[in-house]
């Protein structure tokens, strides 16, 4: 990514916010739809989920929303990655384009509406009586690891699933499967001890980390542990540096698999 | 500003792809069988062979040949979208393309936000394009149109914003396939004038033309391509036209 130029980057935000503009346009709550979305789901889940789980529905609510916040982010720009270049087309054929912008720009819609609804997220908590900790201080670093491994992953999902059209509906349902295997729904202490192949996947499900560096400092009021934020430093880490590397390998042959 | 393209020995395979599957079945055993590589035939197909040529400031470029002969495929070798297979292609200067009309339109979006997407794509900062913005809008010529979603446009209207986004900020190179297709008398002269100064600008102009009036009109050199060979470059473009119409010729 080093190798976007001032203009590309200029790029990158004018498409962002077009995009966004465009997304609800003609309805008369226009952007604002971008927040009720999340809103109004977190609200219908934890009606149905609370009830399940036997727990309060306000705790319920500040247990599963900084996780699902986290979760959309991720598989957003995951799920948004696998078509990001394939839509393209037109611009692709047809301009001298960086091609590494549009899986770039879409993991950036992502993370916009992920900031909005999160920090939209914590005022109304806030104004219903969630009292937060000095922990969520912690907050700025996760979102930039989120934002780093969701960049990485989608980096690569965009070459592979350009080459194999395939991917991009076997991943949608990977993502499924993945969001019940992560703590989402559920805190990660109601499944562990139970079977001892859950406890492995909770210990290798990338997932996991991630859910906990939102759901430590809000839920828990806990400040992130060193063996969380080494792990998780890492894994964005190598992520972002193989997705460049992918991306960078197959940039100019993309073109020709449109 | 020393505006240059050097064609060496250039060659351009294309990866055909076709349709070979023919059910579900089939398509399913591919899948196993295949490991996931889809149901298509990906064959090389040659579409430019061992192109030479050199382009210096001053120069405009007329391309000629049959549909299909590789004329848009030698406009994106020189824009940067194609990599040659072999050989080596050395442009200078700031490439400024028209490869279709619309291309790097978001559909979606009014004519005046359209002008900052394609104006980045061409390698604008923002602070050029907010700069000429009034000038781009002035020379389009479509009215109130201009904050009206793309997507309302007629092919006309489409044809003179990209026309006004692609020129108006000195380009350097540019390069448009199909000369002035879909505008009318009045943008057909304002474009012509246009380009009578960018001519005078030193710059590098080429273009694809099939109205042989224009390719004598506008043009100092000739490239006619034929089953994917530069058959002829050069001057000498009264000679080459007849040779094209000739070798098309239906009877």
Redesign the interface.
């Known amino acids: 990514m080093h190798n976007l130029t001032k203009q590309n980057i200029e790029l990158i935000s004018t498409l962002t916010a077009n995009h966004l503009k465009i997304k609800y346009k003609r309805t008369s709550l226009g952007f604002l739809w971008s927040l009720l979305n999340p809103l109004l789901s977190v609200g219908v889940i934890s009606l149905v989920f609370s009830v399940i789980m036997g727990m309060p529905y306000g705790e319920f609510v500040v247990m599963f929303f900084p996780a699902f916040m986290a979760w959309t982010m991720f598989s957003g720009s995951v799920l948004g990655a696998t078509t990001s270049i394939i839509n393209n087309e037109a611009l692709i054929k047809k301009t001298p384009i960086n091609i590494m912008i549009f899986p770039i720009v879409n993991v950036a819609i992502n993370f916009v509406e992920f900031i909005l609804t999160f920090f939209a997220f914590l005022l109304i908590a806030i104004l219903i009586g969630y009292e937060p900790g000095i922990n969520l201080l912690y907050l700025p670093v996760s979102i930039i690891l989120l934002l780093a491994i969701s960049m990485g992953v989608a980096l690569i999902v965009s070459v592979i699933s350009t080459y194999f059209r395939d991917m991009a509906y076997l991943i949608s349902v990977l993502l499924q499967l993945w969001f019940y295997l992560s703590p989402v729904l559920y805190p990660k202490d109601f499944i562990l001890g139970r079977m001892p192949i859950v406890d492995l996947l909770m210990t290798l499900n990338p997932m996991v980390y991630f859910i906990a560096l939102f759901r430590d400092p809000i839920t828990y009021d806990k400040g992130l542990t060193f063996e969380l934020l080494g792990l998780s430093v890492a894994m964005s880490v190598v992520m972002l540096i193989v997705g460049n590397a992918v991306f960078n390998k197959y940039r100019h042959k993309l073109v020709y698999r449109l | 500003m020393n505006a240059s393209i050097k064609f060496k020995d250039v060659s351009f395979d294309?990866?055909k792809v076709t349709n070979v599957s023919s059910g579900i079945k089939e398509s399913l055993i591919g899948?196993v069988k295949n490991f996931?590589?889809?149901s298509y035939k990906h064959e090389q197909f040659h579409v430019l062979q061992n192109a030479n040529f050199e382009l210096n400031h001053g120069d405009r470029l007329c391309i000629i040949g049959r549909n299909g002969a590789g004329k848009s495929t030698m406009l994106?070798l020189i824009?940067?979208?194609?990599?040659p297979t072999q050989g080596q292609i050395l442009t200078e200067g700031r490439?400024s393309?028209l490869?279709?009309i619309g291309?790097?339109m978001?559909p979606?979006?009014t004519g005046r936000?359209n002008i900052?997407?394609s104006g980045?794509?061409?390698?604008?900062?923002?602070k050029q394009l907010l700069a000429k913005e009034n000038e781009i809008i002035e020379f389009a010529d479509i009215g109130d149109f201009i904050d009206v979603p793309v997507k309302y446009y007629s092919t006309g209207m489409g044809a003179r914003l990209s026309f006004s986004i692609a020129t108006t900020i000195d380009p350097e190179i540019l390069i448009v396939d199909e000369l002035f297709a879909g505008g009318d008398i009045n943008f057909i002269n304002k474009a012509t004038k246009r380009i009578e100064d960018i001519k005078s600008d030193a710059s590098i102009f080429i273009a694809v033309s099939h109205d042989m009036k224009y390719a004598r009109e506008f043009f100092n050199k000739v490239i006619y391509i034929n089953n994917n060979r530069i058959e002829y470059f050069g001057e000498d473009i009264e000679a080459t036209i007849e040779k094209y119409i000739e070798d098309n010729s239906v009877n």
């Open positions: 294309y990866i899948f996931g590589q889809d994106r824009t940067g979208i194609y990599r490439i393309s490869i279709e291309a790097g978001d979606e979006l936000e900052y997407i980045l794509i061409s390698g604008y900062s923002k």
